[in-house]
């Protein structure tokens, strides 16, 4: 039995921001699956969005944030994620975070899709990610890490409180750490999906967790797809980010049509979703679609990562025209929190992609989830310094449920990936997600009281499962197009869905689904 003051499940940047904040202040304990630089905020290319630029402000850059999100975000939440972003930046500049500068000094800002102004700070060219997650890493100096355990259930009290978690090692023992607060921060969902741009250990373990603890869960329809990823013989094989479409270059296909003109007066910069709907349709059509970088001056020098994934794939960047398909970036959606990142569950908290903090609206503008990953990481530290330890836990709170029949989990994840590309991917109807519930629900899979006599590796799968199920079930219920969610049966936005969040939550082992109307909620089913 491990004890802290904190215990935070994945290390991305929320999780890093809240334990370099909380360091001097409480024990925290950061467990995560694999190592400690596997998450999708190591592979970050874009940036941080902020308005900290003189021709900027704070009111243009949360219009842009709604405008991205279709309409469908929190107003005063975006307020306050671009107005704490702007000093949280300018905060981590004045720590000494090497954003890159122009020779001049200042900061150089980037442009990337449905910004009306440059306003994303890099790092190493295309390496942003990497570069903020070693400058946080070295910061913690109080934290411990424990690496390669797979956190796959919450321990709670008998008062409902969360007070720890449970966690699989490779070997499948099963570990308990036991704190005063619990954060999950284990990232999106990206690899349920066939093509991705998403580190592979992040399949919405977090998520799976808190709902099975009794979190609620939001918006789990809202997937976005990147327009942009590597596309080699059928498979994607890593990001070409938007900061490239930002620096002049075009989509076509191999006919040498530009295919984003006459779709959007922003052409290669319009919002995520009409860019990868765009190339989704061409290559339906049998066509291929690259992205001609040719007009970009000294490509390798911006975007050195991208210049070595190409070169991994023997594509020439001097040819500069680079073969591309759309894959899954970023969940919208996920765990319900509320300013500071509580979740309905007491003592569980949750930052990051794996929460939905309800700004990012149907469609995530470029390079906010960065930011959103070091405010609220900062917001939940100031918040946690506050209360402190609020308990003194015990091993004896530690509930025992009685095992049951250890079950097999009868798919391949190989084939619940491709049918959620296929049935629940860019382009979604009734009948396709119809279909691909009922082949959900033909595996036949009930909520599993307690996961400890089952592999890690079948724990996986039925987080994946669940996971899935969730996301079907919201894509199905919301009969409109917006955002990330487009439906070729309801190709409009519907009045009736505006501002009409779909929560999930689990009742003694039911799963059940509510519509939240303006704070009215409504029980679905
Ligand atoms: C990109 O570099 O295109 C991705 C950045 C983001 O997801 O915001």
Redesign the pocket.
């Known amino acids: 039995m491990k004890k802290a003051d904190v215990i935070i499940i994945g290390s991305g940047i929320a999780a890093l921001q809240l334990a370099r904040r909380l360091q001097d202040f409480l024990h925290v304990m950061i467990i995560t699956k694999k190592n400690r630089f596997n998450s999708n905020s190591y592979m970050?290319?874009?940036?941080v969005a902020a308005a900290i630029s003189s021709d900027d402000s704070i009111d243009l850059h949360v219009k842009d944030t709604i405008i991205a999100g279709n309409e469908h975000g929190n107003h005063s939440a975006i307020y306050g994620l671009v107005s704490d972003g702007k000093k949280v930046v300018q905060q981590l500049v004045h720590d000494g975070m090497n954003f890159d500068r122009k020779e001049d000094g200042s900061l150089s800002l980037g442009m990337?899709g449905a910004h009306s102004i440059q306003r994303i700070l890099h790092a190493g060219g295309?390496q942003t990610g990497k570069h903020l997650i070693h400058f946080l890493m070295k910061t913690l100096t109080k934290v411990q890490f424990v690496e390669n355990e797979m956190a796959f259930s919450v321990i709670k009290d008998k008062e409902d409180r969360c007070i720890g978690v449970k966690t699989k090692d490779a070997q499948n023992r099963v570990h308990h750490y036991l704190g005063s607060h619990v954060v999950i921060a284990t990232g999106g969902i990206g690899g349920l999906y066939a093509a991705s741009s998403n580190d592979s250990t992040v399949l919405g373990d977090g998520m799976a967790m808190a709902y099975l603890a009794g979190a609620r869960l939001i918006d789990m329809e809202f997937i976005q797809f990147?327009p942009t990823l590597l596309y080699i013989n059928r498979e994607t094989k890593g990001?070409i980010?938007?900061?490239v479409r930002g620096e002049g270059a075009h989509l076509m296909n191999h006919h040498g049509r530009r295919i984003m003109d006459g779709v959007h007066p922003q052409l290669e910069l319009a919002p995520r979703h009409i860019v990868a709907q765009q190339i989704f349709l061409e290559r339906q059509k049998g066509n291929e679609v690259f992205l001609d970088i040719r007009t970009i001056k000294d490509f390798q020098e911006k975007f050195p990562s991208i210049t070595q994934l190409c070169q991994e794939h023997a594509i020439s960047i001097e040819e500069g025209l680079l073969p591309v398909s759309p894959g899954c970036?970023?969940m919208m959606g996920g765990i319900a929190i509320d300013e500071v990142g509580q979740t309905n569950v007491k003592g569980l908290f949750a930052i990051g992609e794996a929460a939905c903090t309800t700004v990012h609206g149907a469609n995530?503008l470029?390079?906010?989830?960065l930011l959103e990953g070091l405010v609220f990481g900062e917001r939940l530290a100031d918040y946690l310094k506050s209360v402190g330890k609020t308990h003194e836990v015990t091993s004896s709170y530690i509930e025992t449920k009685k095992p049951q029949e250890v079950r097999r989990f009868p798919f391949r994840v190989e084939a619940l990936k491709e049918n959620m590309m296929n049935y629940v991917g860019i382009i979604r109807s009734e009948e396709k997600l119809q279909q691909h519930n009922h082949w959900l629900q033909e595996l036949n899979q009930e909520l599993i009281d307690t996961l400890d006599p089952f592999k890690q590796e079948d724990i996986q799968k039925y987080f994946m499962w669940l996971v899935g199920s969730l996301i079907s079930k919201a894509a199905l219920l919301r009969t409109e197009s917006r955002g990330g969610h487009i439906r070729s049966d309801f190709p409009e936005e519907q009045q009736e869905w505006y501002q009409k969040r779909i929560i999930h939550e689990c009742e003694n082992n039911v799963m059940r689904v509510y519509f939240d109307e303006q704070n009215q909620i409504k029980i679905y089913a």
Not at 44 to 47: D, E, M
Not at 366 to 369: F, G, L, T, V
């Open positions: 970050a290319q874009g940036g990337e295309d990147h990001l980010s938007e900061a970036h970023f995530r470029a390079s906010n989830s």
